[in-house]
């Protein structure tokens, strides 16, 4: 029985069971789940699409809030034989869900090594260095000082230039000042502002996903340690400077 690659029926019923499943782990904490409704293919296209640029040898991979997998169902397939896969997933629902898909489909591990580790990722010890980071982490839910430490360990975890994928929702900024609190507004201003300085430093790309319910943008980030990157932003190119 395959979890991950399926006919067209069974994937269905198992993005509606996923779908339910994160709408319930919205309703009992917003702040970690993050949105209501899994990551759409596009989007995970879109967030995994640096491991086609690296798939002549196996990579080492970090995906970080992989909630009820659907990421992971498009990540997995395109990971090169011998590929190692580590999933990060702070939800102890979604983890033992993610572990389960693995115990009872055996070729995702046949092919790669996979690891499910339940926790945060900024409390992540390891001793591997990551060829690509997926971070499907609802950043703008968190406080500025955590979306710090997070994004300092994303790039500790990444090997010179080794690449790192994240997300945001659009129009959330504009939401937030409409309908929450202040101290609300102000707080996702301030984590705005702490990513903003990420992309200035590390930015390679930039991709707005209009196909997912709702529209995000996805930043591409690279550790220094190889010359002249190419930054693509909503398909211009241009080359980036260190």
Do not use: K
Not at 122 to 132: A, F, K, Q
Not at 198 to 203: E, K, L, M, P, S
Not at 206 to 222: D, F, I, Y
Not at 225 to 236: E, F, K, L, N
Request: glycine share 8%; charged share 25%.
């Amino acid at each position: 029985m395959d979890d991950w690659i399926t006919s067209h029926d069974r994937v269905r019923a198992q993005r509606h069971a996923e779908g339910w499943m994160f709408l319930l782990e919205a309703a009992r904490d917003m702040r970690t789940t993050g949105a209501v409704a899994p990551s759409g293919t596009a989007l995970a296209r879109a967030l995994t699409a640096p491991v086609d640029a690296s798939a002549r040898w196996p990579l080492t991979v970090l995906e970080a809030g992989a909630g009820t997998g659907a990421v992971t169902r498009v990540l997995i397939p395109r990971l090169p034989p011998g590929s190692r896969l580590d999933v990060v997933e702070a939800n102890p629902r979604f983890a033992d869900r993610l572990r389960h898909r693995f115990r009872t489909d055996p070729r995702p591990a046949a092919a790669h090594r996979v690891d499910v580790v339940e926790g945060l990722i900024e409390h992540l010890e390891t001793g591997r260095r990551y060829d690509v980071i997926v971070s499907g982490l609802p950043l703008t839910n968190f406080g500025p000082r955590r979306v710090e430490a997070i994004m300092d360990r994303y790039l500790e975890l990444l090997r010179p230039g080794g690449t790192l994928t994240y997300f945001g929702y659009l129009g959330t900024r504009r939401a937030r000042v409409l309908f929450s609190s202040r101290a609300e507004a102000r707080r996702h201003r301030d984590v705005e502002e702490v990513l903003a300085g990420y992309r200035r430093r590390y930015a390679t790309g930039c991709r707005t996903v209009w196909a997912n319910l709702p529209p995000a943008r996805v930043w591409r980030l690279e550790r220094p340690g190889v010359p002249g990157p190419v930054r693509v932003v909503d398909g211009a190119v241009a080359r980036a400077g260190r």
